[in-house]
């Protein structure tokens, strides 16, 4: 069974900077991978799939990369509505798996 | 656009069946290519997905290990909607439901969630 490890647990970041948030896995998952936002009070909400592919209508400063075990979702300039959980999913193989998340906090 | 509207009772006694229903427009539960999935997300659990029905040959489900034994996913063509229930709830299922779906590998749409409180 593949585990998805993010880090940090928690991210503090200020309005206009960069955010950048780790997901690795615990063995290849190829792009298999996926993003996702989750804002409190709201659905979950997909930003990357394919590792790097952006879903649709999402902001431009949001970005994926990586590939195998280590992928990065990236936030150019971080804005208020991006104080969130993030959460990585790999579809690779089954059983599919989520990481722990990440938390956006705003400083 | 697809859409997906859950139904279903906020509050559930202890011991007692927990049943919430995701309606679906703007897209078919009868597509091979597609599963519909059901999750909760708690503080102490994260989100963590709960399990699916897809169709087939007939209609096929998978289910979390842990809650595998106490769970039913049941899709209703006629309807266009499909099912969660849940037996012997405890405290511990206390969480805010999410039906999804999930297609390509990644779960594109989702359901406004619905809160669950098990208590007396």
């Known amino acids: 069974e593949i585990v998805l490890t993010q880090s940090p647990a928690t991210l503090s970041v200020s309005p206009g900077e960069r955010a950048t948030l780790s997901c690795r896995a615990s063995?290849?998952?190829?792009?298999?991978l996926a993003w996702y936002q989750h804002r409190p009070g709201q659905a979950p909400r997909l930003v990357i799939y394919?590792?790097?592919t952006r879903a649709t209508g999402i902001p431009a400063r949001f970005s994926g990369s990586g590939s195998g075990t280590e992928f990065t979702l990236t936030i150019s300039s971080l804005q208020s509505e991006d104080l969130a959980v993030y959460y990585c999913q790999q579809s690779n193989a089954w059983p599919w798996a989520f990481g722990q998340g990440t938390k956006v906090e705003i400083k | 656009q697809v859409q997906l509207q859950q139904s279903g009772p906020g509050l559930v006694k202890p011991s007692q069946t927990l049943s919430l229903t995701c309606a679906i427009s703007?897209?078919?539960?009868?597509?091979?290519?597609?599963?519909w999935s059901w999750f909760r997300q708690s503080p102490s659990r994260g989100l963590e997905w709960l399990g699916w029905?897809?169709?087939?040959?007939?209609?096929?489900?998978d289910y979390v290990v842990s809650v595998k034994s106490r769970m039913t996913i049941k899709p209703d063509t006629s309807k266009k909607q499909f099912s969660l229930q849940l037996n012997s709830v405890t405290p511990e299922d206390t969480a805010i439901y999410y039906c999804?779906?999930?297609?390509?590998?990644?779960?594109?749409?989702w359901g406004q969630g619905t809160l669950v409180t098990v208590s007396s």
């Open positions: 394919d590792a790097s």
């Open positions: 029905t897809y169709s087939g040959s007939t209609y096929y489900n």
């Open positions: 703007g897209d078919s539960i009868s597509r091979n290519d597609t599963a």
């Open positions: 063995q290849s998952v190829s792009r298999n």
């Open positions: 999804a779906r999930a297609r390509g590998g990644n779960f594109a749409y």
